[in-house]
């Protein structure tokens, strides 16, 4: 049975816990789809990606692989097998990597990476197989840091989230959110949820201590979406509290679901929300009072939702940013068009965003640019490090029309209902926009009319924010 899915430090990264999320088990609407054992070999195509010539590829995915292994500590182990030539894929009980260099999924179309698994209904239904596809017909791969590129040991490692059980994440600063904007290399390090979510899934007595040790389980292989709280150690289904991750209203205490408007997939999770008042102290510390549809509710976890959250302006957008946050970035040409000590970092499309230094001198270790003082992270595989970002230049060019802000994507979406098991593949997972910056053009001057070079430009923009499955 295939199934469609998708897209180093040890420390975890701290943010506040929202849970994730796993697969239902068809045959127990109240547990998961696990591994049979706590050991599950993977193989790599020994090609690797055609985009990167010097094996760092196939390290940056073995860095991935390591990376999960540590925060499991042998509970659950990702083990490599020798190599192979091949870069068929299928339900042959072989966990293969690969570089996909041509004839990508059509339903994956767009997708950084996508995860096959196949499973066995019993009891309990148990994976059997799972291929981790990597995009190599449009992604443009680095291992470097390179910003205008794709990173591979991010994707990698949200794709063997997949491999493991892991779903979606409805927190954009964890590896397994299903968007990513070119440069993300703060996936390097995991976060506590994705520990979390890795080590529920892992064989062997399980005991939680709070709701953040539970998952929302998603029936995209099949039985229900449930929400599983954490009652006497055990996990068992229930409403969880703001925050937690949630595809229905009834799955939170607060009867308010805020589902991810960047998400075209009715089964990637929202977080547990309230109305609020814009102004008000209704939120959490941090949380946008946000606009969705006709209401305002809180989005646990994102400084903004749309760009009506970012105080009006042309030039100010609600951006997926380069750490994983949702945050207001005003967009430029230059640094001119920057508040000291901002600076204008160049998003490789024309437009820049405008963010100030981090407190890393360079050659210091980081995972994103804005810990340096540079705005800078690069350096090899598995060894990014500070360094200084060179001026953005516009070339003269300021003038640059505005179509008018993104707008949200309306009211909650509902579920996206059962999966259509007569064709070899699920429809896409999840068809999340890629990041604007800017969709409609940046007027960071008088208005004009921008020239033919600024409008070829934008045609580029669709990879600067790419969905991973």
Sequence with gaps: MRRLLGVALAAALPFPARAFAAFTDPSHPNAPVRWPSSSVGVVLQSDGSDDVTDGSDLAAVRAAITQWNTALGGRLTVTEGAPVSSRAWGDDGVNAVIFVESGWPGAADGALGTTIPNIQAGNPSTFTDADVLLNGTEAPWVTDGNP???????????????????????????????????????????????????????????????????????????????????????????????????VDD????????????????????????????????????????????????????????????????????????????????????????????????????????????????????????????????????????????????????????????RTDAGTPRPDGGTADAAGPYYPPYEEVPEEPPPDDGCACAAPGRAPAWWRVLLSALFLARRRVR
């Excluded at 490692?157 to 299903?178: I, K, N, Q």
Aim: aromatic fraction near 6%; include cysteine.
């Design 148 to 246: 205008f590129g794709v990173d591979v040991q991010s994707i990698a490692g949200h794709e063997l989230g997949h491999l493991l059980g892991l779903w979606h994440a409805w927190d954009s600063r964890v590896a397994m959110y299903t968007g990513a904007r070119r440069g993300t290399t703060f996936r390097h390090q995991l976060s506590d949820d994705d520990i979390r979510g890795a080590r529920y899934l892992s064989p062997g007595a399980f005991t939680c201590t709070s709701n953040a040790d539970c998952p929302l389980l998603i029936r995209r292989l099949g039985g229900e979406n449930t929400r599983l709280v954490c009652n006497g150690g055990a996990c068992v289904p229930g409403a969880a509290g703001y925050g937690a991750e949630c």
């Design 250 to 405: 009834n799955q939170c205490t607060t009867g308010l679901c805020l589902r991810d408007v960047w998400s075209t997939d009715g089964y990637d999770p929202g977080a547990c929300s309230r109305a609020c008042t814009p102004g008000g102290t209704d939120c959490q510390a941090g949380d946008a009072c946000a606009a969705v549809g006709a209401a305002h509710v809180c989005a646990p976890g994102r400084g903004c939702v749309v760009d009506a959250d970012c105080g009006g302006g042309s030039n100010n957008r609600c951006l997926l940013d380069f750490d994983g946050a949702y945050r207001c970035r005003h967009l430029c040409m230059r640094d001119g068009n920057c508040t000291a000590p901002a600076r204008c970092i160049d998003l490789g499309y024309g437009a820049g965003i405008c963010a100030e230094p981090g407190t890393r001198p360079t050659g210091d270790a980081c995972l994103n640019p804005y810990q340096c003082v540079g705005l800078a992270c690069r350096g090899a595989a598995g060894d990014l490090r500070c360094a200084v970002a060179p001026p953005k230049e516009d070339g003269g060019v300021v003038v640059v029309p505005d179509a008018g802000p």
